[in-house]
């Protein structure tokens, strides 16, 4: 199975600040990488797929990079409503797997 | 908009069969090229893939766990479902369903639904 290795796994951050997480896969994933938002209770979001492709509806502060194993989301400048836990995930072979998740906090 | 939403007991005794339906709504599990899948988080907040089934009813499963699932799809209630058989403990988690058009993204989530597996 490839291994997918998030960091930080949490993150103390205020409104406004850019902050970025990492995503690392043990092999090439090629662009096969997808990033889920999700608060407790709720089902997971979209995000970003593809690595960059921004889904519809979801605010132009979130950004997707990477190619190969290296993968970042970025946000540009946090609001009140991105306080959650962030997943990536690998679609490039099955069994898809998923990183261990940031949570990102209110400082 | 599809919309998913699981449905099943939140309780198993070991060795049982864990049995889950995902109910869809705005459309349909016999859209073709559509992937209905069942995916997993253990308290400890990972997730695990479980597998998932085409429209066509073709099945593809987590290799760690293929010896004890069984999907379906049930075109006729308009859901699908998850068997998984001889649980124990380490099966406790929140049971997700979702739903990708190519197989690649999870596009659309359920709620999801936890199930506890303790006598």
């Known amino acids: 199975d490839i291994q997918m290795t998030q960091s930080p796994s949490s993150l103390s951050a205020s409104i406004g600040d850019r902050v970025t997480i990492t995503c690392r896969a043990s092999?090439?994933?090629?662009?096969?990488l997808n990033w889920y938002q999700h608060k407790p209770g709720q089902a997971p979001k979209l995000l970003v797929y593809?690595?960059?492709s921004l889904q519809s509806g979801v605010p132009s502060r979130f950004s997707g990079s990477g190619s190969g194993t290296d993968f970042t989301l970025t946000i540009s400048c946090l609001q009140p409503e991105d306080f959650a836990t962030y997943y990536c995930?690998?679609?490039?072979?099955?069994?898809?797997?998923f990183g261990q998740g940031t949570n990102l906090e209110i400082k | 908009q599809v919309q998913l939403q699981e449905s099943g007991p939140g309780l198993v005794e070991p060795s049982q069969t864990l049995s889950l339906t995902c109910n869809v709504s705005?459309?349909?599990?016999?859209?073709?090229?559509?992937?209905w899948s069942w995916i997993r988080q253990y308290p400890g907040k990972g997730l695990e893939w479980i597998g998932y089934?085409?429209?066509?009813?073709?099945?593809y499963y987590n290799p760690s766990l293929k010896s004890r699932v069984t999907l379906s799809l049930d075109t006729s209630s308009n859901h699908f479902s998850l068997n998984l058989s001889s649980v124990t403990a380490a099966d406790t988690a929140v049971y997700y369903c979702?739903?990708?058009?190519?197989?690649?993204?999870?596009?659309?989530w359920g709620q999801g639904t936890l199930v506890t597996v303790s006598s």
């Open positions: 979702a739903t990708s058009p190519d197989g690649y993204i999870y596009f659309t």
């Open positions: 705005g459309g349909s599990v016999s859209s073709r090229g559509y992937y």
């Open positions: 089934i085409y429209y066509s009813g073709s099945t």
């Open positions: 092999q090439s994933i090629s662009s096969y």
């Open positions: 593809v690595a960059s």
């Open positions: 995930q690998q679609s490039y072979t099955t069994p898809h797997t």
